[in-house]
């Protein structure tokens, strides 16, 4: 395969997979914006609001170009920035339009369900007029934006070969939800409650329970621990337990086995593919007691730090351009 076709596939799949995570970055964040606050004033409730979007805004990794664009956070100005705004990379607009342009340039490459399903997504996401969105509705919006990357999934792995196209989409999807897992629940453990005495409280239980809601592991979780929300738990559970599909053990055997189909279908070990395998090796042998003891965040950062190296190996490896 060329690698501009495979650098579409990889992006393809990459940008879907960020639209999907964008969309449930928001929800956290609007759930959390609308928990009380008991001991807060007028001024103190402004305070928060910023800092809890300021806490959206930086695991997107759209914190910087936001505060080039306004003066303040509101809730409006926030949710459209991270939906509607083309000038934002990593906004659900620019997610949909740039996955349906690479989907365009490899239609060839594509199943007729999997172009369908993208082109129907971005002509009814245009026609969405964004001065419609309150806060009434955004749910129902992110909700369809989840549902429409599910759709793609789902089109995905029920019509394609297991070919390199197939492998290549699985690599984009995969390194972007591990990437997006840490950040989401770096920035829940080290931004949103700075404050130790906040801990165990009835704000982080709420807290706890929208980020599990957002990766769609609210049930799950409860059925495999039997427990209330604590810290380690939750943190065990997105990070290192493979049967949580967006777990970053999960994420990692699902990039191991893309690289191993690659190497036998072109009959070439890249040097990404060792990469992968450290990564998943570290995650299988780690414990989250240990984790805790060391630094959550200092793992966490560690992660996406290799994340975003596979990527750039992958796109050597298999001469990416553009």
Avoid at 31 to 48: K, M, N
Avoid at 69 to 91: A, E, G, Q
Avoid at 127 to 145: C, F, Q, R, T
Avoid at 227 to 242: C, H, K, M, Q, V
Wanted: a negative charge.
């Amino acid at each position: 395969m060329l690698g501009r076709t495979a650098n579409d596939l990889f992006w393809l799949s990459r940008y879907v997979e960020r639209a999907e995570n964008m969309a449930r970055l928001i929800e956290v964040g609007f759930r959390i914006v609308l928990v009380p606050r008991q001991d807060a004033s007028h001024d103190s409730d402004e305070g928060t609001l910023q800092h809890d979007w300021l806490s959206t805004l930086q695991s997107g990794g759209c914190d910087a170009l936001y505060c080039e664009k306004y003066d303040s956070m509101t809730t409006r100005d926030v949710v459209n920035f991270l939906v509607f705004d083309s000038s934002n990379p990593s906004s659900i607009r620019t997610c949909l339009s740039t996955a349906r342009r690479n989907a365009r340039a490899q239609r060839t490459a594509l199943t007729r369900e999997m172009w369908e399903c993208l082109n129907s997504s971005w002509i009814e996401f245009e026609a969405i007029d964004p001065e419609n969105i309150s806060s009434s509705n955004l749910l129902k919006l992110l909700d369809w934006i989840k549902e429409r990357s599910a759709a793609y999934r789902g089109a995905l792995l029920n019509t394609i070969l297991r070919n390199d196209t197939f492998y290549f989409s699985q690599l984009g999807t995969f390194l972007e939800r591990s990437d997006n897992t840490a950040r989401i629940l770096d920035v829940k453990y080290f931004v949103l409650l700075p404050r130790p005495e906040m801990v165990g409280s009835s704000v982080d239980n709420t807290q706890w329970s929208a980020i599990l809601r957002s990766v769609s592991a609210h049930r799950s979780y409860r059925w495999v621990y039997k427990d209330t929300y604590r810290a380690s738990g939750i943190a065990d559970f997105l990070i290192l337990n493979p049967q949580m599909p967006r777990s970053l053990n999960s994420c990692y055997g699902e990039i191991t086995t893309a690289i191993d189909g690659l190497a036998a279908l072109y009959q070439h070990k890249p040097g990404s593919a060792e990469m992968a395998r450290e990564t998943l090796k570290l995650l299988a042998h780690s414990d989250i007691d240990s984790i805790f003891r060391t630094g959550l965040h200092e793992f966490l950062t560690g992660l996406i730090g290799r994340t975003n190296a596979l990527g750039i190996q992958i796109s050597e490896d298999y001469h990416f351009t553009g």
